[in-house]
């Protein structure tokens, strides 16, 4: 794995969330998603979550984020909502309800992981886990391992 490259990678998809397109910025938050491991990325995605412009950028940037299914995804997700407005919120569960309404498995492996989260030392991570782990809570999923 080149570090250098993924850094410059991460750079450039951040500065692509600064465009003032939305369908850039979007673009730059689903491929951020990916690189969510790396403290380079995290702040960007902070900023691309609660996109102040456009909820379409919230909402990819998010199902992104929840897709990977693992601490970094959920732990910027979790910390949204704590600078998100309420709309953006909405879009925030949304993303939740798109992620996680399929595979019980997967619904479940999240709810862990915001279990752990919410133990956090940064209570608006701690906060944000615990919220999303009850609006995971409340989706029944459609399939459910045999």
């Known amino acids: 794995m080149d570090s250098a490259l993924r850094r410059a990678v991460v750079v450039a998809l951040g500065e692509l969330g600064r465009s003032g397109d939305s369908a850039d910025r979007a673009d730059a938050g689903h491929g951020l998603a990916g690189f969510a491991e790396m403290e380079e990325a995290v702040g960007p995605l902070l900023e691309l979550v609660p996109d102040r412009e456009n909820t379409f950028v919230t909402r990819v ?15 910027v997700v979790a910390s949204a909502p704590a600078v ?28 862990r992981l915001c279990e752990e989260l919410a133990r956090n030392p940064d209570g608006r991570v701690a906060l944000g886990a615990r919220e999303l782990h009850e609006s995971l809570a409340e989706i029944d999923p459609v399939l459910h391992p045999a």
């Open 84 to 111: 998100a407005d309420p709309g953006h919120g909405d879009w925030i569960h949304t993303a939740v309800l798109d992620v996680f309404a399929i595979y019980a498995g997967e619904r479940d492996d999240a709810m």
């Open 61 to 75: 940037t998010a199902q992104a984020l929840l897709r990977r299914v693992d601490k970094a995804g959920l732990r």
